[in-house]
């Protein structure tokens, strides 16, 4: 006996079937919604393409990049070409007459001291889209509203010397004999020369791993930390203003903006804040005399409306980062580097260019 099922799902032999270059247009359609979806709202991956994270992160790592332990940014542009860089060859690959506000959906955590970032340069174009900025990666240093301080190189948050990461670089004074280094030494201690003083001084970016074996060559007479001095200003470092003489490593103090935060407007606090009360909070802050206008409002005071943060390079003498561009917005946030799923030393031959020891390696 045949039976016939009322839920049985009825084949319709009048239903033209797909042809082969249409079933190929659905299954890349679906690959390229299925892959957008997980690069927007969970993973993304990025290559690193200088030393400033040295040693932590290597030049030729490539990364994945988890948004969801901070929770996703919306798309702010979310008319792009999915997959490309915002700009190439001076060409835009978005659409920047529709933008949205900014929204998180919420993560695992927020961003803590310590995690190592992506984010969108703040000091990038600011008539860029916040997603359409400059991807930069660093080390989170201090959190909204703590007070970061570098003494000597040492980074101090709330009076407390912030741990340093384990393969952290700095520079050194190197002082030799005359006689030339034997360059597969620098190649493989990977030793970089960042300046040289005279015939006989250097100024070298030397690893932790490699110091103690470089130090004991004959040719190497003494070895000492450079340390820019304190009271120099440098105007080249965050907030470029000489009422505030601040350097590379004696730095601050400076208490980072919070979500409520309320300062009083004067020389000073204009000369900390006022990037991020015009170019990431979108007001008008203009001095009238002794008086400060905000959208042309008289006031003697601002309240923060977001977070902020302060992020650092590892290889200290070698980052541009936030002692150059200050605090980066909690908007700028894109997650949080979890894993090293390839990396590729460009100078070495072609048997040796895989650094098989830092595949699928957890980044801390």
Not at 107 to 121: E, Q, R, Y
Not at 124 to 132: G, L, Q, R, W
Not at 288 to 309: C, E, L, M, P, R
């Amino acid at each position: 006996m045949k039976w016939n099922l009322p839920f049985k799902r009825k084949q319709d032999d009048n239903k033209p079937k797909k042809s082969k270059t249409r079933e190929w247009a659905d299954a890349i359609l679906f690959a390229v919604v299925a892959s957008t979806i997980i690069r927007g709202l969970m993973f993304s991956a990025y290559a690193i393409p200088s030393g400033s994270m040295e040693g932590t992160l290597l030049t030729g790592d490539y990364l994945f990049v988890s948004k969801f332990n901070y929770g996703p940014r919306m798309p702010i542009t979310p008319i792009s070409v999915p997959f490309l860089e915002p700009t190439i060859a001076g060409v835009k690959t978005y659409f920047d007459g529709l933008q949205l506000p900014y929204y998180r959906l919420p993560g695992l955590s927020t961003p803590k001291k310590g995690d190592v970032i992506v984010f969108n340069l703040p000091s990038d174009s600011v008539n860029k889209p916040v997603d359409m900025k400059t991807s930069y990666i660093k080390r989170c240093q201090a959190e909204p509203g703590d007070v970061i301080s570098i003494v000597n190189t040492q980074v101090y948050v709330n009076g407390k010397a912030a741990p340093n990461a384990p393969k952290a670089q700095t520079s050194y004074v190197v002082t030799t004999d005359g006689q030339q280094i034997n360059p597969q030494v620098m190649h493989d201690l990977h030793i970089e020369i960042y300046q040289q003083l005279t015939n006989n001084d250097f100024i070298m970016i030397i690893p932790v791993d490699g110091y103690k074996e470089f130090k004991s060559y004959s040719v190497i007479k003494n070895i000492k930390p450079y340390v820019d001095p304190a009271g120099r200003f440098d105007p080249q470092i965050f907030p470029h203003n000489a009422l505030f003489k601040w350097n590379n490593d004696n730095f601050g103090p400076l208490t980072l903006p919070k979500k409520g935060w309320k300062i009083k407007l004067n020389d000073s606090t204009v000369a900390l804040y006022s990037r991020a009360i015009q170019n990431y909070e979108g007001n008008k802050l203009n001095r009238v005399g002794n008086a400060y206008y905000i959208n042309g409002a008289k006031t003697d005071s601002y309240t923060f409306k977001q977070n902020y943060y302060w992020m650092m390079g590892d290889n200290r003498h070698n980052s541009e980062d936030s002692r150059v561009w200050g605090y980066v917005p909690e908007e700028n946030i894109v997650g949080k580097a979890m894993i090293t799923w390839m990396s590729i030393d460009s100078t070495e031959n072609v048997f040796n260019k895989v650094r098989f020891s830092r595949i699928l390696r957890k980044i801390e």
